[in-house]
C-alpha cells in the first residue's frame, strides 16, 4: 500500500514537473532547466523500465566520464574541460 501511494507520488510530480517544463518553454522568463531536471529524476523514480533506459542513453554515459572523475578527486582533464565548453 505505502509502495502504490509512493508510486503515485512520483509520478503526480514528474507530471507536474512536466506541466512546468512545457510552461517554462512557452514563457521565456521560467527557467526549463530545473523542471526538466525534476521530471527526469520523477519519473525515473517512478518507472523502473525508464530509469534503465536513461542510464543506458549516450549522453549519460558520456557525463558520468566526468562525474566518475569528479568523485575520485583527480579532477578534469584539459581535454574534457574543452569538450564540456563548447
Do not use: C, D
Not at 514528474?14 to 522568463?29: A, E, K
Not at 583527480?74 to 574541460?81: A, D, T
Request: hydrophobic share 55%; charged share 20%.
Amino acid at each position: 500500500m505505502i509502495f502504490l501511494v509512493r508510486r503515485l507520488l512520483w509520478l503526480l510530480m514528474s507530471v507536474i514537473s512536466f506541466l512546468l517544463l512545457v510552461v517554462g518553454i512557452v514563457f521565456p522568463i521560467v527557467p526549463q532547466v530545473p523542471f526538466l531536471l525534476a521530471f527526469l529524476y520523477s519519473l525515473s523514480k517512478f518507472s523502473p523500465r525508464f530509469h534503465k533506459w536513461l542510464l543506458n542513453t549516450r549522453v549519460y554515459r558520456w557525463l558520468k566520464g566526468f562525474m566518475n572523475n569528479e568523485k575520485e578527486k583527480i579532477g578534469m582533464k584539459r581535454l574534457s574541460k574543452s569538450k564540456v565548453k563548447i
